[in-house]
């Protein structure tokens, strides 16, 4: 069942136009990939799927339903998760209240409620122990963790991760692919911007490679990898693989 469906999707800022028509669709389950060289319209079309970036033409369905005629945008963006390169945590709140606010704002849970089910995601993500913390006080790797278990708190249909692990420094990367990694392994669909390639391979039931505001190829990880049928996807690879 298709859980997310693109069609047509166009962008542009200032006359430059980032994306050019991209149809895409997302099982529900599945682990979808975005890669391509910078600049190339992946973060774009994940902000635009959150709607921090309203298309200039196409539509966007999510269950059926089109979300561009939607009116409550919070409510839309409780169920369709997203964590940021730079984890967005409010630095005025505990780890905790970042997990539990947005669940009594927005969903309307009960303190009480909204806390046991901060501090089960907090556990799950190896966090718990931080609950009281002041974000700042976090390394990086600890930030994205707070900040997924925060996400996982709304109960989402689908999360979007864009570079989740490129603010990092590389011995904080594993940490939260191992926990990515886990969830994918529970069932959540997923759609994630990463440059991280063996990740990229292992976890993902489809990998998309953009290029200039496009869907230049897209298939099965061990054939984008292995037998890509695209030059401009070979040469991709080439250069990221080699570094």
């Given amino acids: 069942m298709a859980i997310l469906t693109l069609k047509n999707i166009r962008k542009s800022f200032e006359?430059?136009?980032?994306?050019?028509?991209?149809?895409?669709?997302?099982e529900e389950g599945?682990?979808?990939?975005?890669?391509?060289r910078s600049g190339s319209g992946k973060s774009t079309l994940l902000r635009c799927i959150n709607l921090l970036e309203i298309p200039d033409e196409g539509s966007i369905e999510v269950f059926g339903e089109n979300v561009l005629k939607m009116k409550d945008i919070n409510s839309?963006?409780?169920r369709v998760g997203m964590c940021f390169q730079q984890f967005n945590l409010f630095n005025n709140l505990s780890v905790l209240d970042?997990?539990?606010?947005?669940?009594v704002r927005?969903?309307?849970?009960?303190?009480?409620?909204?806390?046991?089910?901060?501090?089960?995601?907090l556990e799950k993500v190896g966090m718990k122990g931080f609950a009281s913390a002041d974000p700042r006080t976090l390394s990086g790797g600890q930030k994205q963790r707070s900040a997924i278990a925060r996400s996982l708190c709304m109960d989402p249909k689908i999360i979007l991760f864009d570079e989740p692990t490129s603010?990092?420094?590389?011995?904080?990367?594993?940490?939260?692919l191992d926990i990515m990694k886990q969830i994918a392994k529970e069932g959540m669909t997923m759609v994630i911007v990463t440059h991280e390639m063996n990740f990229a391979r292992d976890v993902s039931n489809r990998v998309i490679f953009m290029e200039e505001g496009i869907i230049e190829e897209e298939g099965r990880p061990e054939i984008?990898?292995?037998?890509?049928?695209?030059?401009?996807?070979?040469?991709?690879?080439?250069?990221?693989?080699?570094?």
């Fill in 224 to 243: 984008i990898f292995t037998d890509p049928r695209s030059e401009k996807t070979r040469q991709f690879l080439k250069a990221v693989l080699e570094r």
């Fill in 15 to 26: 006359g430059l136009e980032v994306l050019k028509g991209v149809d895409l669709c997302v």
């Fill in 167 to 176: 603010a990092l420094d590389p011995e904080m990367v594993k940490e939260v």
């Fill in 76 to 78: 839309y963006r409780a």
């Fill in 30 to 36: 599945e682990v979808v990939c975005l890669i391509g």
């Fill in 98 to 103: 970042n997990c539990v606010l947005p669940q």
């Fill in 106 to 121: 927005i969903l309307k849970r009960k303190r009480e409620e909204a806390v046991d089910r901060a501090l089960f995601y």
